[in-house]
């Protein structure tokens, strides 16, 4: 059982550069969440989707794009990066109810 | 969203119980108490969640005041292993995940 897969696991981009995180999993859960996590901070959300077809934004959406292409799917897009968004990104999903959230292993990005 | 308070960090010793508080005054009567922890270098993962009782799994324990205003996350023989940073978040039906910084748990050989 893979759970939550994220792909790239590691990524440098130039300023300007753009790119698309990949993020699947295999439970069949109707919610899906991008996060972010800054050195020795907290997580902060970027942007979730409750249900396939729908996005909505979290705390700190600016700079980002996401598209839930089906249910098991949801990309997350830097259109034009900045240094700013060093950062380690994960995805979780979880079941609709009070069911808990499963996490991927992350994404190391490194914007210079 | 209720707002949780966490000590910022607290050490155990090897195979001993470790008590990790969190306050949470403000959760609604139908919030979850939710645990999470995440090792280094990994990504958050499951501890426990509960309403009002406590709850026992193979990774902790959960003991939830009585007035619900605190819980307590038990971990019975903390091992090396067990070394992270332990997060307590209010959960409700539709609701986000909203982490806050969490106990670093450090555990001395």
């Known amino acids: 059982n893979a759970g939550v897969t994220q792909t790239p696991k590691f990524q440098v981009l130039k300023t300007g550069q753009s790119m698309t995180l990949q993020c699947a999993q295999d439970?069949?859960?109707?919610?899906m969440y991008w996060y972010r996590q800054d050195p020795g901070m907290g997580l902060r959300l970027i942007y979730y989707?409750?249900?396939?077809?729908?996005?909505d934004k979290g705390e700190v959406p600016n700079g980002y794009n996401v598209s839930r292409l089906n249910k098991r799917e949801f990309s997350l897009r830097l259109e034009s990066a900045a240094p700013s968004q060093t950062s380690v990104y994960f995805c979780?999903?979880?079941?609709?109810?009070?069911?808990?959230?499963?996490f991927g292993q992350g994404t190391r990005l490194t914007v210079v | 969203d209720a707002k949780t308070t966490q000590p910022n960090s607290m050490e155990s010793n090897e195979e001993e119980p470790v008590h990790l508080p969190c306050n949470h005054s403000?959760?609604?009567?139908?919030?979850?108490i939710h645990w999470y922890r995440q090792l280094p270098s990994q990504g958050p993962e499951y501890v426990i969640h509960?309403?009002?009782s406590n709850v026992n799994n193979r990774m902790a324990s959960l003991a939830i005041a009585e007035d619900r205003k605190s819980s307590t996350l038990i971990l019975h023989r903390a091992t090396l292993r067990d070394a992270a940073v332990y997060y307590c978040?209010?959960?409700?039906?539709?609701?986000?995940?909203?982490f806050g910084p969490g106990t670093r748990l450090s555990v001395l050989p």
């Open positions: 979780a999903s979880s079941a609709q109810g009070y069911t808990e959230a499963f």
């Open positions: 439970m069949n859960h109707n919610s």
């Open positions: 989707s409750a249900s396939e077809g729908t996005t």
């Open positions: 403000t959760i609604s009567g139908t919030d979850y």
């Open positions: 509960g309403l009002t």
């Open positions: 978040l209010p959960h409700n039906y539709g609701q986000n995940f909203v």
